[in-house]
């Protein structure tokens, strides 16, 4: 039996029930039935850190289980960073442990007066004074609580969710995040400061749906993309992206780097300690580095390639022994590494158009007490720039005045992840829309990245070859509301999207084969396509009701009216020159072929279509 459990921090009320199949089904579970549960409980009248707000912690139907890569769960909330619908979705093996323990989601209301944890023995739940750990870091907390409760596994804040900075994290197994849209910052406004799970149970499932599991395992572990990410990891990515002016630099001002060598992943190499995995993953793309010595000696996981583009070229900064330190201050404080380096830009943008300045940091291009001063700044919002940059880049930039709006890198309030949407058309499209702000994971859209010919032609055969040209915008509106959904189908089931939208070595059908064996899913292709409709259509509804639509599926005026140059690296030639989005042509085609108005907006035939005829009052 699956069960939901609901804790009032206000009163310290507990009550668990047994989850509502038929709900969890139609929007899949985790990333699907927390959107429900927060569409119909926290409406436009709920500030993000007020007690009225919700937290819920969800997993899917396939998380803790023999599916390859099975490890993932949710975190969702009403936004502080974007006033709107946000999750962030984490792995490792806090999320297994939970749906070990029976759950689906764990939902948090109201504010507790101190700080408290949750500790959960199998489905047996007790809120415990949590005063001794407030203040502490999250590697601390958890080494604590892992000493306290033998073999539990343990979310929790640092000091940035302490603080409500507004892109603070959750962070599980020491160096896995729920990073984005500050739900730390709510789990914070709460009084919250971990959760604690102990499960002396599997999973339970059908030797059927394991037989299955075991055939996409072995599918899995001997695709060429799942070797390529075992050997180098994310950083892998740095080679590439920096050839195809994709390697954002100095807050976007540039789109590549010449020394792209001192930040990829044969420089991480050199620091490598170990490779490492998470539930149940063939791939086991995890890489444990080390410093050894010097002032930024130190050992934690990672870092993948969003943080080393974030403190290294966003930044301006070469040195990666300072990234891998900069990626373990956030970890240990709770911070989003993408959020943090994008602020860190924006600052050093400012002071370099002189707008802004610090007493005690010089905020020059590459400085690296600023970077490190920075991080430590926003983490305890420290009076000045580091309170300024907690509240994120939007609301910086609008305290500033002055133009700082143009060097402020978001969409809908959150920091923009690292890739250049001049250079790369489908993310630009793909951070625009995207319902939590600008985010790559969103969409995820890989297909023109990776020249993926089998996919793109299984899918759009009569886009093809132009689809998988990088740099047109013509039909990344088909090829983004494909992995939009595909990536709602994911984080909805508990998987992760390696083995869906970044390489699609498993295609819906293989999720509709699996799927179909447990209990209460009896789904083909076309229909766990449509459900991830349905999760993308009622987040939209979700900003609908906010006032959000097309206004606010906008990128920077940095990517509208200013030309990147692409070079080659070696003959120092240009290859492109005048690259700009053409974001209009591609919103104007995306929200037509969705059934949406002009403005971004679904039409009440598409959600009656999709089921979701009760939030058709909200048009």
């Avoid at 994290?169 to 400061?193: C, E, F, P, W």
């Avoid at 349905?534 to 959000?548: A, C, D």
Wanted: glycine content about 8%.
């Amino acid at each position: 039996m699956a069960l939901t459990a609901f804790i009032n921090l206000s009163d310290g009320k507990i009550r668990v029930e047994e989850s509502p199949a038929e709900t969890v089904q139609k929007y899949l579970g985790s990333r699907g039935y927390a959107a429900k549960i927060l569409y119909d409980n926290v409406g436009i009248d709920v500030e993000p850190l007020s007690p009225e707000n919700y937290l819920i912690f969800s997993t899917g139907p396939m998380t803790g289980t023999p599916w390859p890569t099975s490890a993932r769960f949710t975190v969702t909330a009403k936004s502080p960073l974007t006033g709107a619908y946000g999750y962030a979705n984490s792995s490792g093996f806090f999320g297994p442990e939970l749906r070990k323990a029976g759950f689906d989601a764990l939902v948090f209301t109201g504010k507790s007066k101190s700080p408290m944890i949750l500790v959960i023995d199998d489905n047996n739940l007790s809120l415990v004074d949590g005063s001794d750990l407030w203040g502490k870091d999250t590697e601390e907390t958890e080494d604590i609580l892992k000493k306290r409760y033998e073999g539990c596994k343990v979310a929790s804040i640092g000091s940035g969710g302490e603080k409500l900075v507004k892109f603070s994290s959750v962070i599980n197994d020491y160096g896995r995040a729920a990073a984005r849209t500050g739900v730390g910052a709510v789990m914070g406004s709460k009084n919250l400061k971990a959760v604690v799970v102990s499960a002396s149970n599997e999973v339970p499932y059908p030797d059927a749906f394991k037989k299955i599991a075991m055939e996409m395992m072995k599918k899995v572990g001997k695709h060429p993309e799942a070797q390529f990410l075992r050997k180098w990891g994310t950083a892998a990515l740095v080679d590439p992206k920096n050839a195809s002016g994709d390697l954002p630099a100095r807050n976007h001002q540039e789109v590549q780097v010449s020394y792209w060598k001192d930040v990829n992943a044969e420089k991480v190499d050199e620091f490598l300690e170990r490779n490492d995995g998470c539930y149940n993953c063939p791939i086991r793309c995890s890489r444990f580095t080390k410093v050894e010595n010097g002032q930024y000696k130190c050992s934690t996981e990672g870092p993948e390639y969003e943080t080393i583009n974030s403190f290294g070229p966003m930044v301006g900064n070469n040195n990666m022994e300072l990234i891998i330190y900069a990626n373990l201050l956030c970890n240990r404080y709770g911070l989003d590494t993408i959020s943090t380096g994008v602020s860190i830009a924006f600052a050093m943008e400012c002071h370099q158009r002189g707008l802004l300045n610090d007493d005690e940091l010089s905020l020059e291009w590459g400085d690296e007490k600023s970077i490190t001063g920075l991080i430590e700044a926003i983490a305890y919002r420290k009076e000045g720039i580091g309170d300024l940059l907690a509240e994120g880049v939007k609301r910086a930039a609008e305290k500033i005045g002055q133009g700082a709006d143009h060097y402020a890198m978001h969409v809908k309030g959150m920091e923009m992840p690292r890739q250049e949407p001049r250079t790369t058309k489908g993310m630009a499209l793909g951070h625009s829309t995207s319902n939590r702000g600008a985010d790559h994971l969103y969409a995820l859209p890989t297909i023109d990245l990776t020249g993926n010919v089998e996919a793109a032609t299984k899918f759009f055969p009569e886009c093809m070859p132009e689809i998988l040209e990088r740099t047109s915008e013509k039909y990344k509106p088909e090829m983004n509301i494909l992995s939009e959904a595909y990536c709602a189908i994911s984080d909805a089931l508990g998987v992760c999207k390696f083995t869906t939208t970044e390489a699609f070595i498993l295609y819906p059908e293989d999720f509709a084969r699996g799927l179909s064996e447990l209990p209460g899913y009896d789904l083909d292709e076309e229909a766990i396509l449509k459900a991830g409709e349905r999760i993308v259509n009622l987040e939209r509804m979700y900003n609908i009701r906010h006032g959000l639509d097309r206004k606010d599926d906008q990128l920077p005026s940095r990517f509208l009216t200013e030309p990147a140059t692409l070079i080659d690296m070696e003959t120092k030639e240009v290859i492109s020159d005048g690259m700009l989005v053409d974001l209009d042509y591609m919103l104007d085609r995306y929200y037509r072929l969705r059934n949406w108005t002009k403005d971004g907006i679904p039409s009440a035939d598409k959600l009656k279509e999709l089921g979701l005829e009760d939030t058709v009052g909200d048009l």
